[in-house]
């Protein structure tokens, strides 16, 4: 069996495809020989927010259930090779909360609320958390705490994490402790268990498994505009090792799963919706002006820069770019436009800036996407690539669909788009129906066309014949 690989088309042959989604072979990829009789009843997904369930901000007992493992596993049933697939719902009606959109702004952008959720049994404040106070709050445990899920997605779980003990334990609930409180409700009161400990504890009985895990690493830095989260040196090497110890667990026995490579960060629409340039031309469309935009230096703070087209402003702070805020001047308190005069920058917080961030992160997920090779051409380190290779496993990229999926235009209503069945798909969060209001997660429709790709790879790398969703029948929200 030779390695594999599975992409989302082009906009054209998207748009042909009755099944929603096609697939196409990376430049340079063998396909495998497929196997026969692929066994799909005992099913484990491994990951982070995105195997959870995630879904505009929040986990709610509805975004659970719309998440693409739970997708997946309906699909299994059909095709008759499916058995159940446990998850660690929430109780219906409350959840940790989430974002509601409220309206768009004069640029189209969306503006959203935060509904408060209902499962919080405790609060732990971090008035030192980077970024200003935080607070952690802990959510009622699930059910099936006695017994793990066969949807092991835990929210914000770091891939560097995975061999943390008492990560799930309440008592490591403090200001700024190594706890996570999604991990903490698929456990019984008072586990040290690591997350890999709990991943070969439930991959004993599995048959099949999907990996998507690593994102939620990096999120952190993005999310801040690179002033929170860390990126140490070694970041692609210790990724793709505990990837490595992921797997060994998983592949164990000869079972059979799919990898995921991470999305290009950019192709999100957190960061693509800020792209340098085009916000800059269309706030200068709607003032009617040539106004710049000024961008903190990244190592000057407190001095300006004009915005280039490597740089991007996270989609959460474009309602803000252009509002008149209140700025100190000397002795005197101006009114100006946010980022729209250089005395008034857009703060570092709200940017990635090419020249100190995003290079170094784009690059950090190429490595362990790709692998590292040194200069004579040695593996440095085999990346998610090398290690299908190795075990012998399909390997899907997000990245296609996600770009597929692109407007492709700022501030704007959908342009370059797809239609499916007369049903508009795009990356403009909530009009294009596939982005969550985070800019990040997905919506039901585009957890469908997530599962697709699966199943599409699946099919061509095992001779399954596991039927795709019908996209457009499902709810254009989670909550």
Do not use: W
């Amino acid at each position: 069996m030779k390695h594999f690989s599975v992409t989302l088309a082009g906009r054209t042959g998207l748009a042909a495809a009755a099944a929603l989604l096609l697939n196409a072979c990376a430049p340079g990829q063998d396909i495998p020989t497929p196997t026969t009789g692929i066994d799909l009843s005992h099913y484990l997904a491994v990951g982070d927010s995105y195997t959870a369930g995630l879904s505009a901000g929040g986990l709610t007992r509805t975004s659970q259930e719309y998440s693409f493992p739970n997708l997946l596993a309906q699909q299994f049933a059909l095709a008759s090779g499916g058995g159940s697939f446990g998850q660690p719902l929430l109780e219906a009606g409350t959840g940790t909360g989430y974002l509601n959109l409220v309206d768009f702004t004069d640029t189209g952008v969306p503006r959203a609320r935060r509904v408060a959720g209902s499962a919080v049994r405790r609060f732990v404040a971090d008035r030192n958390a980077c970024g200003g106070p935080d607070t952690v709050r802990l959510y009622t445990r699930s059910t099936t705490a006695g017994t793990l899920p066969q949807n092991l997605g835990v929210p914000g779980l770091k891939l560097s994490q995975i061999e943390v003990a008492g990560l799930g334990n309440e008592v490591n609930a403090t200001p700024g402790g190594a706890f996570n409180p999604y991990f903490e409700r698929l456990l019984p009161a008072s586990d040290n268990r690591t997350y890999l400990a709990a991943v070969t504890t439930a991959a004993t009985s599995a048959t099949f498994f999907t990996f998507f895990q690593g994102l939620d690493e990096v999120m952190p830095y993005i999310r801040s505009g690179g002033t929170c989260g860390t990126l140490p040196f070694n970041l692609s090497t210790l990724m793709t090792n505990n990837a490595k110890k992921m797997l060994d667990v998983l592949t164990a026995n000869g079972h059979k799963g799919i990898i995921f490579r991470l999305p290009d960060i950019t192709s999100l629409p957190l960061l693509r919706q800020g792209k340098g340039n085009l916000v800059q031309a269309r706030l200068q469309a709607y003032y009617h002006d040539k106004a710049l935009i000024y961008i903190e230096d990244p190592f000057l703070p407190g001095n300006a820069q004009p915005i280039s087209d490597g740089d991007y402003i996270l989609a959460t702070a474009l309602p803000r770019v252009g509002q008149l805020t209140p700025v100190q001047v000397g002795a005197n308190t101006l009114m100006l436009p946010y980022g729209r005069d250089e005395r008034n920058p857009i703060r570092n917080a709200d940017v990635l800036d090419k020249a100190s961030e995003l290079n170094t992160l784009s690059g950090f997920i190429t490595e362990y996407n790709s692998g590292k090779t040194s200069p004579s051409g040695a593996v440095i380190t085999p990346g998610l690539e090398g290690l299908a290779k190795a075990y012998k496993l399909p390997i899907i990229d997000p990245a296609q669909g996600l770009n597929t999926l692109d407007t492709g235009a700022l501030f704007t209503k959908v342009s370059n788009s797809v239609s499916l069945s007369g049903v508009v798909y795009s990356a403009e969060p909530v009009r294009g129906n596939f982005f969550s209001l985070d800019y990040f997660t997905l919506t039901p429709r585009g957890n469908a066309l997530l599962a697709n790709t699966c199943i599409t790879a699946i099919n061509t790398a095992y001779r399954a014949n596991i039927p795709a969703i019908d996209v457009n029948k499902l709810p254009a929200t989670a909550q």
